[in-house]
């Protein structure tokens, strides 16, 4: 706290007549109210109830995840929503992403509304109620995929299917783009952009799950925050493989495999990626600067002189706040010899990793080489993504999307984010350069904390709001 206060009285003596950094604003006018009317909360509790009870759990061992499962939820899909499989034009991509067209009234380009419907397994994580009975109790609907990601589906369709019974027909095409292997960073959500670009359509802007309505994110802001995605990290697997003769664990010798092994993990946590305040986050900061209290406020609002010093703060304030600036480390997987009395005649190591804006695949790989230096240990890449591109958040696709969410949650501030996990969105930048990670749910840290995790779910009334959001975007573009 004192090193804050210091950096605080530092951003106050730099003063107002330093250079400021063009930034995004967020809009002052008072939120337009959200009109709920004529959307179903309870309805929409019960469908997203029976469709997180067909477990579409996708596996990484191809063939694993059961194709039936897949089928049957499409199936209910269209008999869930059916005015809205009436009128819009679907199409089944690969192995099950799906593809809806809605026609517009104009011919300008479109806006695509993605999520996924494969969800990750639940095994080992002590969940208080069956994560597939989709249970609705206490103005919950409980179980996996709650919010991730069939609670953003659910909101999405409630929202298409109540504007379709209203007779509505947006002004853009709007597409929606349902992933079945996004958990899995499979092929749906390309074969989306495949048949996009095929067709010669460049949306007009993409939105995706990602960020949401949060709070406690940041250090010293008290509120709610609405923080949108404007780009995501990216995503680095490796494995450090090491290697040794063998033999009987009776006679070891010293500096085996394992122990090489594990001096290189120990090297990688000593020497962690630097931390650097990249112009997303950044933007993040300067919008949530003027809810914080002090002395945060002071040192936001002068983010831009004080970019090293504030690296360092949010680099020490948490775990969620680290992996904003800088790229991260997890050491995921562990294996040696596979008998207890044997040395192992391999060791290996598998590192997940989050790749910052302004690094590569490359860049990080060379940098893990030099912190590890060791030649005895081997780098082997299994797979890769460099970060997104970063979206624009000076243009009308934000701005709209900026309102709905503050007619949803009008006390909430919106910011720009950068998501440090990885979703389907980024294929779509390919063709879009107005690319967003954003569901409009207000979620507690305990509701994020159980994303991926046992316990997984949404209130009702949470799903109710973000069908509202879905069609006051839709309604208004
Ligand atoms: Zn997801």
Redesign the pocket.
């Known amino acids: 706290m004192r090193r804050l206060i210091a950096l605080a009285a530092t951003a106050a003596a730099v003063g107002t007549s330093a250079r400021r950094v063009a930034r995004f604003r967020p809009p002052q006018d008072q939120p337009v109210a959200l009109d709920l009317t004529g959307l179903d909360a309870e309805g929409a509790a019960n469908r997203l109830a029976e469709l997180i009870r067909i477990p579409t759990v996708s596996s990484r061992v191809p063939g694993a995840s059961d194709a039936a499962v897949f089928e049957r939820y499409r199936e209910r899909l269209t008999e869930l929503y059916p005015r809205t499989h009436a009128v819009l034009e679907r199409e089944v991509l690969g192995d099950g992403a799906l593809l809806y067209r809605w026609r517009g009234s104009t011919d300008e380009p479109p806006l695509v509304l993605m999520a ?1 419907y494969d969800v990750v397994p639940v095994e080992g994580q002590g969940w208080t109620r069956d994560p597939f009975s989709g249970l609705v109790e206490d103005g919950y609907v409980h179980g996996r995929g709650a919010i ?2 069939k609670g953003s589906m659910v909101a999405i369709l409630e929202a298409v299917e109540a504007l379709v019974a209203a007779g509505v027909t947006p002004r853009r095409d709007v597409y929606l783009s349902f992933g079945n292997d ?2 899995v960073l499979g092929v749906g959500a390309q074969l989306a952009v495949a048949t996009l670009t095929e067709r010669g359509i460049r949306p007009w802007a993409v939105l995706d ?1 990602g960020g949401a309505v949060v709070t406690g994110m940041f250090p010293g802001v008290p509120g709610r925050v609405a923080v949108v995605g404007l780009a995501e990290k990216g995503v680095l697997d490796v494995e450090l493989v090491t290697s040794d003769a063998g033999g009987h664990a009776s006679a070891p010798t010293r500096g085996g495999a394992p122990a090489r092994l594990a001096r290189a993990i120990l090297r990688i946590e000593e020497h962690p990626f630097p931390a650097r305040l990249h112009d997303v986050v950044l933007g993040m900061v300067d919008a949530v600067g003027r809810y914080a209290d002090a002395p945060y406020r002071a040192l936001f609002a002068h983010a831009g002189r004080l970019r090293p010093a504030l690296a360092q703060v949010l680099s020490r304030a948490g775990r969620e706040a680290n992996a904003l600036v800088r790229t991260t480390v997890a050491v995921t997987r562990l294996e040696g010899s596979p008998a207890a009395n044997v040395l192992a005649t391999r060791a290996l190591a598998h590192l997940n990793i989050r790749i910052a804006l302004g690094e590569t695949v490359q860049t990080t790989v060379d940098r893990l080489r030099r912190v590890i230096g060791d030649p005895a240990v081997e780098v082997r890449v299994v797979s890769g993504s460099d970060p997104s591109p970063v979206s624009r958040a000076d243009n009308d696709a934000f701005a709209l999307l900026s309102a709905a969410a503050r007619a949803a949650y009008p006390d909430a501030a919106v910011a720009p984010y950068l998501m440090v996990q990885a ?1 389907d969105a980024r294929h779509f930048s390919q063709i879009c350069d107005s690319v967003y990670r954003f569901m409009p749910f207000d979620l507690s840290r305990d509701e994020l904390a159980a994303l991926h995790a046992a316990d997984e779910r949404i209130s009702v009334a949470t799903l109710h709001r973000g069908a509202g959001f879905f069609r006051h975007l839709i309604a208004h573009l």
């Open positions: 996924h991730d990601d996004e958990e799950e979703s």
